[in-house]
């Protein structure tokens, strides 16, 4: 019974610190503060800021990414997963070849993790362009609209001009037409009265 019972704390701990069990185990919302503080993170955190971690590799997808760094005064690995500057997850060995299999885990996690990301990155710049194109296309369209209502708007008075001209014309034709006859019938009547007015006086010699 003994046996049984260390055999299955074994091989809880297995499953719990093995990460990529851990790996697919979700975030807790509010992660115990002595928990935290007790971590893998905090440990990388802090050795990262007092400047004792070398970077050996890093992957970056979106916002998400992998790195594999080193401690050279413990002759530790530290494998960590992260999104932006917050890590996420870390794997530390001392086994280099054990490392580098789980950055190369982080790093494919990174990337499938920012595939929603990037999808949605590409989209909103599509979207933006098809915006300027619309707003390009839309004014192009507005200043053509208003050069066609432009030139409709002096069809129409030229058009009106055209029916005035040649109103005026036939009115002046008619005119015209009155006034040469008018001139006609007094030159009859300025050779008439002429005549009449010539009539007592002699012949002119021949």
């Given at each position: 019974m003994k046996r049984r019972l260390i055999a299955q704390i074994v091989l809880i701990a297995a499953s719990l610190t093995s990460p990529f069990a851990r790996a697919a185990d979700p975030l807790p919302d509010k992660p115990d503060p002595a928990a935290v503080k007790n971590s893998d993170v905090a440990e990388l955190e802090d050795l990262t800021a007092a400047g004792k971690i070398t970077e050996l590799r890093k992957t970056l997808n979106g916002s998400y990414g992998a790195?594999?760094?080193?401690?050279?005064?413990?002759?530790?690995?530290?494998?960590?997963?992260?999104?932006?500057?917050?890590?996420?997850?870390?794997?530390?060995?001392?086994?280099?070849?054990?490392?580098?299999?789980?950055?190369?885990?982080?790093?494919?996690?990174?990337?499938?993790?920012?595939?929603?990301?990037?999808?949605?990155?590409?989209?909103?710049?599509?979207?933006?362009?098809?915006?300027?194109?619309?707003?390009?296309?839309?004014?192009?369209?507005?200043r053509l609209q208003a050069d066609l209502e432009i030139a409709r708007t002096q069809q129409s008075q030229v058009t009106t001009y055209q029916i005035e001209q040649?109103?005026?014309?036939?009115?002046?034709?008619?005119?015209?037409?009155?006034?040469?006859?008018?001139?006609?019938?007094?030159?009859?009547?300025?050779?008439?009265?002429?005549?009449?007015?010539?009539?007592?006086?002699?012949?002119p010699a021949k």
């Open positions: 790195s594999l760094s080193y401690y050279p005064e413990q002759m530790v690995y530290y494998t960590a997963l992260f999104q932006q500057s917050n890590i996420w997850r870390v794997f530390k060995t001392p086994n280099d070849a054990r490392a580098e299999t789980v950055y190369s885990d982080f790093a494919k996690t990174s990337a499938t993790l920012a595939d929603a990301e990037i999808r949605r990155i590409k989209l909103e710049a599509e979207k933006v362009y098809a915006d300027r194109q619309i707003a390009v296309q839309q004014e192009r369209a507005n040649q109103n005026a014309i036939r009115e002046l034709r008619t005119e015209q037409a009155a006034a040469q006859a008018q001139l006609r019938a007094l030159q009859m009547r300025v050779q008439e009265l002429q005549k009449q007015s010539d009539i007592d006086l002699p012949a």
